[in-house]
RNA sequence: GCCCCCAUAGCUCAGUGGACAGAGCAGCGGCCUUCUAAGCCGUCGGUCGCAGGUUCAAAUCCUGCUGGGGGUACCA
């Protein structure tokens, strides 16, 4: 990448500078290349004369000789640059800046290796091919998946995205949370709405009271909605068996469908797992036949070798502070069922011993973030190196609908649906709002403002831009125009070179966001993009009827192509579509 | 109380310790007889929450304060 070949010829060039005696040998802190915000300050900027003046002069003074000003150390740096040929203008610029351009002939023939890189361009080698898993978007199966998990969902497939692109080997993977507490309410709440269709009264050991859900049971209309499908599908026969088996019976079906509507969800926005991994298989010795039993079983064991659990108050617990959490945590509950702590712990000795995994990155919203802590210690328990597993948290997506805002709880029925939104605004509109935003800020989501704005989504503006070029494309070849034998080196025109620079920014782009975690850098990269494709189009005729402009037209194909490229590939980052028309 | 995140234009948000703080939307004024006007051009709009500190340089780092969100369960 340019950006790091120009850091290590700047450091270099420093280097030789101090060699040749024309700098002080003082150390040279690391070289960061920025991209500056002027036009006129070129296309690289470097800051390390200012880095380095204090040191520099210290140095001078104590050799008796006389200070050098920031700009002077530029200078001097500059002069031991080695020439490359993207290299364009060298300047120093006060107070100290060394501004880099790029040279605008090799710039041309950039069009020409995008295009041989292809659908690869924008790859980065930052992973090393290493293995690695991004779990997210594992919501309860006990319900609709609630619009805010979308900003789950949405986040975590474009890190998968950013990572695959800067050369890890990643595995996208939903947690499905198939048992514990909250799917035995889930199963009651169904069962009770079952037998309130079928005017009958619950089994009298199921302890439930007719048209009552439940403490902690699940209020929400689709429960009702879901009871009625079983109905239809099944009829009577699970009041006509024991109450524990008819138990069984509705959770599985309620399991079922609630995936069902996960499954189609995670469809409409353009989301595929590679993997949707049973909590349940966690207890099943079947699951981990090289174990001589199950995943819980063994990790029970590892956690009592290492003397890390303990009893009290009839619970089995997992000492957490005394490997740095902030507070310690029950394993097995003093009712005998494991607690969903144990289940994570059991989750993730099979991602990293069963399954090898070099990184893990879980996608927790912000209200999971007091179990970091305990995550990490657990990591220290199982003989891992924390730094392998990344908790990525996300602050909450709030949603305000009439200028208040909603309550959201999937138990009580309070939530607004995914699909609702989808229906709304559309799977493009809501993955590129989602992902505009960075993680750790929260979000309001204003279901009217987004509804009224979904027509004025940047989204559009970019699709815009892919869709305008298709058709520049297909005009041209009714024209009875190719890009066959383009000499690209005709292109010179500044929106020309500007459309050109800006593409080559997607490695950077790629870089930075899968470095930092960041996909909120996509889209605002994707409008720049578009912008400055917009303004290409304004001042270049691509297509021209002038015979006399038949190579310039060849020319400008190509590039109008590499753009459409570019631009699909930062969609397709995003996932989002790339239409060729709008 | 303690822990985590946030506060930047009317609104929604970008902004690697660097040069005059940006974008979209909203507002105002222009531009279609040639490849898509879902576009382009111009304009208006800022005590970067407040107060200190570090630095040659702070929206950015540190401390305190104010305001908002989340956490602090034998729920997940």
Redesign the pocket.
Known sequence: MI?DDLAERIYKAAKKAQRKGSLPKTEIPEV???????E???D???????????DVNRALKEAEKPRLS?LEVAGRIVHRMVEAPYIGQV?V???????ISLDEGWLAQQVEAILSVGDAFGDVDLGGGARMQVEFG?A?PTGPMHVGFGRNLVLGDSLASLLAAAGYDVQREYYV?DS????A?FAESLYLRYCELLGREPASESGLQAGEIPE?GYQGGYVVDWAQALVTAEGERFLEMPYEQALDQVREKGLAIAMENIRRDCERMNIHYDEWFS?RSLYDPEAAPELGGSIFDRVMSILREGNHLYM????VWFNATALGG??D??V????G?????V??IAYHYNKFRQRGFEWVIDVW?????????RMKAMMEALRLDPEQLTLY?Y??V?VVESGE?VRLSKRAGTQVDLREVLDDIGPDALRF?LV???????????LD?AR??S????V??V??????????????EEQGHTDAGADVSLLAHPSEMALIRKMLELP?VVH?AAE?L?A??LP?YA??L??TF????????????DPADADL?KA?LRL?AAAKLVLARTLTLMGVGA????
């Open positions: 950006r960061i290349v920025e991209r500056p915000r002027r006129e300050h070129g690289y900027a470097i800051s390390l004369p200012l880095k380095m003046i204090a920031p300047e610029a006060p107070p100290g800046f060394i501004n594992s309860n949370n514990g507490t909250q799917i309410k902690g909590e009290k108050e009839g619970a902030d507070k945590e029950v097995i509950k003093s009712n069922q494991p607690g969903y702590f289940s994570d919203g912000a209200d999971h973030q007091g179990h970091a802590p948290i602050q909450m709030t805002t709002f505009a935003r960075a993680a750790d800020s929260q979000m309001d989501l204003d403002l009224q704005q027509d004025e989504n940047p559009y503006y699709q815009y831009g892919h869709a305008r070029i298709a058709s520049i494309l297909r005009y041209a950077e930075t930092r960041e909120h850098h605002h409008q720049d578009a912008a917009h303004a290409f189009y304004r001042d270049c005729r691509v297509v021209s009827s037209t400008r109008a239409p060729d028309q709008m």
